[in-house]
């Protein structure tokens, strides 16, 4: 699902929530994408910390949370 609540129906099984797609906006066509994953480098474009960049160290799950 996108920002703005949109589904994207792809069939690659690679491809997992939170995960970074670039796509060509002329053609709706998926080029590449990220894996959310740690070690991977991070910029945040939104919120009090904009213009941040850091790299993932580790990804906390917290039972009962998104």
């Known amino acids: 699902m ?6 994207i129906h792809y069939p690659n099984t690679l491809i997992k929530a939170n995960d ?3 796509t ?3 053609t ?3 080029t590449t994408f ?4 740690t070690g991977n480098l991070y ?10 960049i850091g790299v993932t ?4 799950r917290h039972t ?3």
Do not use: L, P, Q, Y
């Open 2 to 7: 996108t920002a703005d609540a949109c589904t």
């Open 20 to 22: 970074t797609i670039h």
């Open 28 to 30: 709706w066509k998926f």
């Open 24 to 26: 060509d906006v002329e």
């Open 57 to 60: 160290t580790n990804r906390e």
């Open 34 to 37: 990220i894996k959310f994953d």
């Open 64 to 66: 009962g949370s998104v």
């Open 43 to 52: 910029m945040v474009t939104e919120g009090v910390n904009v213009g941040r």
